[in-house]
């Protein structure tokens, strides 16, 4: 049998929609109760329609009566996940609003908030600016600055435009300031969290013998995120080595640092990077200098 059309739209909309956008796509109120009782459609809170495959997570919030925000806004757009991130199920509920029926098992965390920025009352998500807000003060800052980072990338957020919201907690409006906008992953984010503090000149994407590094601290010493994620191909990591080794002929000293070495042993790498600064290594060329940048 083929799906009625009503099922048709619910799967073109994301597995679930709000009651009024199905009567003003043309479907009568007699259609959608004929669809619930046959068991085709699920109807959530009386406002809301999905098919019994939509997302748990968009069922959920509509149940509840809430949006996605935090964590559950960031896997649903696809930014960066640092590693052993708490699951669970976040919402967004505006204070005054009724408390969602939770029950003592559940799993996931409210937040209560008056939005930075408005989304329609047919809108499951949050918006973004406020998805932001609720990470800043839901994980730890290396984290949330990961997650930071990957919004201003993916989302096209520059760091002027992040840093002019009224943020209205201190948590986010550092987090604000601290975005650059330009890691290309969460571990370059991650290894750049370690030395901006440290009060020697660092900067990101610099390009040097014809490719970007991840990092350049002073002048001569590059240090690189070696993610799994984006070395998979054999052909990759040969062009890695190859820029390593064109570095090194060129005076720069360079280290590469594993994705488990960044996020599994940060106090290792950093202590690496503390005793090649303490060597100068960051302020003088390596032994061998051939050619220019």
Known sequence: ????????????????AHRTE?????????????????????V???HWLALPTAPHDLTEAARLGGRLTCLSLARRRGWWMPESTPGGLHLHVRPGSASPP??????????WSIPLAPVAPTDLRVAVEDALAHIAVCLPWNKALILWESASTQEKLSPEV???????????RDLAHATTGLSDSG?????????????????QQVMLAGHPVDLLIGDWLVAQADGFEFHTQAKDRTRDIAHDAELRLRGFNVMRFSYHQIVRDRRAVADVLRR????GLHTRPGRSTHGQR
């Open 1 to 16: 049998m083929n799906p009625h059309p009503l099922a048709l739209w619910l799967r073109r909309h994301g597995g679930v």
């Open 22 to 42: 199905a009567l003003r796509a043309g479907f009568p109120v007699s259609v959608l109760r004929e669809r619930a009782r046959a068991g085709e459609v699920r």
């Open 44 to 46: 959530l809170r009386r």
């Open 102 to 111: 939770v029950g003592a098992a559940w799993d996931g965390r409210i937040h």
């Open 162 to 172: 992040l840093r002019g919201i009224p943020w209205t907690t201190v948590r986010a």
């Open 187 to 203: 571990i370059e984010t991650d290894l750049f969290a370690l030395v901006r503090g440290w009060r020697v000149p660092v900067r």
């Open 276 to 279: 090649a600064i303490a060597q």
